[in-house]
Each structure stands twice: as structure tokens, then as C-alpha cells.
């Protein structure tokens, strides 16, 4: 018989939310990007045609490709970078 694996409920309420949070502060940076009316639903199109996980993740390659074509070094930077 096959072994099952266990399920683990997700963490829900105040601790999780926080938990999360201090992940997210200790290893992102938060920033707004404001696009023209229609652009953010393109973008979220081609993200998707592109096969991306999610559209953050398309937006990140995309500046880390501009920033490598403006500077001709690769962008890094320090914990988790990816």
C-alpha cells in the first residue's frame, strides 16, 4: 500500500498573518508601480501567455532584462535574490 502523505492544515488568524509579514518585511521590498488606465491588464495577459507564475514575477524579469540592457551587468542583489 502506497504511503499517504500528511496533510497540514493551513495557518490561519493573527499569528499567521503576522508571521507572514515579518517574512515579507525581512526579505522584500515593497514599492507601487501606477501604469496607464488598461496597461496592468496587458501586462497581466502577456504574463500569462508567457507561462510566468504570476505577473510580480514577469515584472521583476522584465527590469531585471531593461536593467541589464541599460547597464550591461546583471542585476544582484543580497538575501533571496532569484
Known sequence: MA????KYP????AAATAAKNKYRD????RMELAVPKGMKEAVR?????????SFNSYIV???REKFLRDTGEEMTWGKGEA
Not at 504511503?3 to 500528511?6: A, C, G, I, L, R
Not at 525581512?26 to 521590498?29: F, I, L, Q, R
Open 26 to 29: 525581512g526579505n522584500y521590498d
Open 3 to 6: 504511503e499517504e502523505k500528511k
Open 10 to 13: 493551513t495557518p490561519r488568524g
Open 45 to 53: 495577459a502577456a504574463a500569462a501567455q508567457a507561462g510566468y507564475a
Open 61 to 63: 524579469a522584465a527590469v
